[in-house]
């Protein structure tokens, strides 16, 4: 019943820009802080960014901070992510996910969230 789908990855060349979506659905997203999750290839899973579940509070990943803005329309029940400035390490695949709080914590600990999405390719390459 829950479903989070993400949109938006593709090929872009370094320095270039994506947004990528999430549409959420089968629960009420405005009461659940939301996060980006990364997975490269032959790697783990890398938190990203997470917000909290009115949208006024961020936080982001070392590796991606001054580069990326995570935000949300809760009208919309859509989470985004502005990628800008990319490097060949920010090749993953994207996934968002959901967890039922108000507040965000930087959480990498995956099975505390409460769903995720199927992801988003990302390919940074010239």
């Known amino acids: 019943e829950v479903q989070l789908v993400e949109s938006g990855g593709g090929l872009v060349q370094p320095g270039g820009s994506l947004r990528l979506s999430c549409a959420a659905s089968?629960?009420?997203?405005?009461?659940?802080?939301m996060t980006w999750v990364r997975q490269a290839p032959g790697k783990g899973l890398e938190w990203v960014s997470s917000?909290?579940?009115?949208?006024?509070?961020?936080t982001y990943a070392d590796s991606v901070k001054g580069r990326f803005t995570i935000s949300r329309d809760n009208a919309k029940n859509n989470l985004f992510l502005q990628m800008n400035n990319l490097k060949s390490d920010d090749t993953a695949v994207y996934y968002c996910?959901?967890?039922?709080?108000?507040?965000?914590?930087?959480?990498?600990?995956?099975?505390?969230?409460?769903?995720w999405g199927q992801g988003t390719q990302v390919t940074v390459s010239s």
């Open positions: 996910a959901s967890r039922k709080k108000d507040t965000i914590e930087v959480i990498t600990t995956w099975s505390e969230y409460d769903d």
């Open positions: 089968g629960f009420t997203f405005s009461v659940y802080a």
């Open positions: 917000v909290n579940d009115g949208g006024g509070s961020t």
